[in-house]
T-cell receptor, first 110, second 115 residues
Framework: RKEVEQDPGPFNVPEGATVAFNCTYS??????FFWYRQDCRKEPKLLMS???SGNEDGRFTAQLNRASQYISLLIRDSKLSDSATYLC???????????FGAGTRLTVKP | SQTIHQWPATLVQPVGSPLSLECTVE??????LYWYRQAAGRGLQLLFY??????ISSEVPQNLSASRPQDRQFILSSKKLLLSDSGFYLC??????????????FGPGTRLTVL
């Protein structure tokens, strides 16, 4: 089993749609969780951290379920500029490195 | 503010040639430093990380090596490149906070093609 698994994608949605990405992780001792965004041929950039109580940043909402070892990202009112690959990132018990999911590609169409 | 630089941006090298990629960080002291590789259509694979000068941890066996000669400088090297070394190489930094690390921030990457 991979340490971090994401929805296979790709997701193709119209502008204004709501889209949700899921991610599961295998290490129950993981402590930190993040969503990164990666544009084509660019470096990953932090989108948001994921807190135990769930957190929201504008149109983006992240949820964490430790019991199920599951993380989600919800994007409301999708914009064309949201088109990118979204990476689920989990720190390992080592605390000195992160494990990245393979990413889910999102394309928002007019 | 902190910035991270990588060079070169792109590189085309023949099989068997040496490699040296450089990464430098500005605006922070004693950062944790990381080298990742991202193959086409694949996720990021951690290659090396460093918590201080001269301290290198390797995640996977390979023909690559890393060095940290200065606090904010991280170098990825190879004596002889293989075709399978092609990929997008990303350097990242983070701050150690107690027993855990803060968010990782990535440099712009080096796209390496081995022919």
């Amino acid at each position: 089993r991979k340490e971090v698994e994401q929805d296979p994608g790709p997701f193709n949605v119209p502008e204004g749609a709501t889209v949700a990405f899921n991610c599961t992780y295998s290490n129950s001792a993981s402590q930190s969780f993040f969503w990164y965004r990666q544009d084509c041929r660019k470096e990953p950039k932090l989108l948001m951290s994921v807190y135990s109580s769930g957190n929201e940043d504008g149109r983006f909402t992240a949820q964490l379920n430790r019991a199920s070892q599951y993380i989600s990202l919800l994007i409301r009112d999708s914009k064309l500029s949201d088109s990118a690959t979204y990476l689920c990132v989990v720190n390992t018990a080592n605390n000195n490195d992160m494990r990245f999911g393979a990413g889910t590609r999102l394309t928002v169409k007019p | 503010s902190q910035t991270i630089h990588q060079w070169p941006a792109t590189l085309v090298q023949p099989v068997g040639s040496p490699l040296s990629l450089e990464c430098t960080v500005e605006g922070t002291s004693n950062p944790n430093l990381y080298w990742y590789r991202q193959a086409a259509g694949r996720g990021l694979q951690l290659l090396f990380y460093s918590v201080g000068i001269g301290q290198i941890s390797s995640e996977v066996p390979q023909n690559l090596s890393a060095s940290r000669p200065q606090d904010r400088q991280f170098i990825l090297s190879s004596k002889k490149l293989l075709l399978s070394d092609s990929g997008f190489y990303l350097c990242a930094w983070s701050v150690q906070k107690g027993n855990s690390t803060d968010t990782q921030y990535f440099g712009p990457g080096t796209r390496l093609t081995v022919l």
